[in-house]
């Protein structure tokens, strides 16, 4: 798990164990299909936006396999290859992955019941995970509405090493059960992952109905 390792510092209070807790993966051959996170623009206007040099880009890989958590009803894809673990503790099951090179990128995604928790309050969240894995100086700015289930804003912190980090929050809400996913780079391999970071992201999906359905 070198790349988020390098993102937030030591993470020996993650290591993998089994608590009834199965993520399952199966193999796919892109990104899937869009969600309502993904049919939403990210920021700003794409007119607004510097193209990077073609040398810089990391190219998105072409496999792609699907992470799912039936028990606690989310999925995901991330580049196969990806390495991850897994934790429970205190009724939340938190998800760490690391995607393989040449990307740079890694993944929290947190899972936990509390009907009373709006999408603004899961922000605290992703801010009290960043700091649980070693970031400090946490900033995550205004969230952006994706839709009633999902909205999505931008992150920058230091690692333990104090290292600038930078990435994206999506929450989602589904009645009972909320989520958080956090995903970045270290800043100078940011830009250049932005896509790879996007198409995770944006493949987030919820098994149940979202915010008006029934669980």
């Known amino acids: 798990m070198k790349n988020i390792k390098a993102m937030f510092g030591c993470l020996t ?3 993998m ?10 193999r796919s051959t892109n990104a899937g299909s869009p969600t309502p996170a993904t049919k ?7 007119t607004a936006a510097k193209t990077l040099p073609a040398s810089k880009i990391v190219p998105a890989p072409a496999n792609w396999i699907t992470m799912a958590d039936d028990r606690k009803g989310y999925s995901f894809e ?3 290859g990806t390495e991850h ?21 890694g993944v929290m995604v947190m899972a936990f019941k509390d009907p009373s ?11 009290g995970g960043l700091e649980g894995l070693g970031a400090k100086n946490v900033k995550i700015g205004e969230l952006t509405e994706l839709s009633d289930d999902y909205s999505l804003g931008a992150y920058t912190a230091l690692n333990s090493e104090g290292k600038p980090v930078r990435g994206k929050v999506l929450v989602a809400t589904d009645v009972t059960d909320n989520y958080v996913m956090v995903i970045g780079s270290e800043e100078p391999e940011y830009k250049a992952n932005e896509k790879v970071i996007d198409e995770i992201w944006g493949s987030f999906s919820m098994q149940s109905g979202g915010s008006s359905g029934k669980n």
């Open 13 to 15: 209070v993650l290591a």
């Open 17 to 26: 164990i089994s608590t009834g807790c199965t993520v399952t993966t199966s």
């Open 40 to 46: 939403a623009t990210t920021s700003g206007s794409p």
């Open 78 to 80: 991330v580049p196969e």
């Open 85 to 105: 673990s897994i934790e429970h503790s205190n009724g939340i099951d938190v998800f760490i992955a690391s995607t393989p090179a040449p990307t740079a990128v």
């Open 117 to 127: 928790l709006s999408k603004a309050d899961l922000v605290k969240v992703a801010t």
